[in-house]
């Protein structure tokens, strides 16, 4: 082999070299950015459903007090209902 082959040859390879340990750091650099978008990402998902989770118990407790409210109030206004049928009617009391 020629001089000048071998020093292509070991350009070659050095360049090589180079290049891939270049683009090893930018692939890990890249990587470890992406995790951290990621951890960021589910920490505020985490918060998001922690707050949804808030939202909807309190929503809860409200439908709970109004059931309550529809519940104790029908069996009221039931009975309130049957007395109005026992009274007379304000027609029949004028006649």
Same mark, same amino acid.
Do not use: C
């Given at each position: ?10 350009? !070659? ?49 409200? !439908?709970? !007090? ?30």
């Amino acid at each position: 082999m020629s001089a000048q082959l071998i020093a292509i040859l070991i350009f !070659v390879v050095v360049i090589t070299a180079v290049v891939l340990g270049i683009g090893n750091d930018m692939l890990h650099r890249w990587l470890r950015h992406k995790e951290r978008h990621m951890e960021l990402m589910a920490n505020k998902t985490a918060e998001q459903a922690a707050q949804y989770a808030t939202r909807a118990e309190k929503l809860e407790q409200r !439908v709970r !007090v109004l059931e309550r409210i529809a519940t104790d109030r029908g069996a009221d206004l039931a009975m309130e209902i049957e007395d109005l049928r026992d009274q007379p009617d304000i027609g029949e009391k004028l006649q």
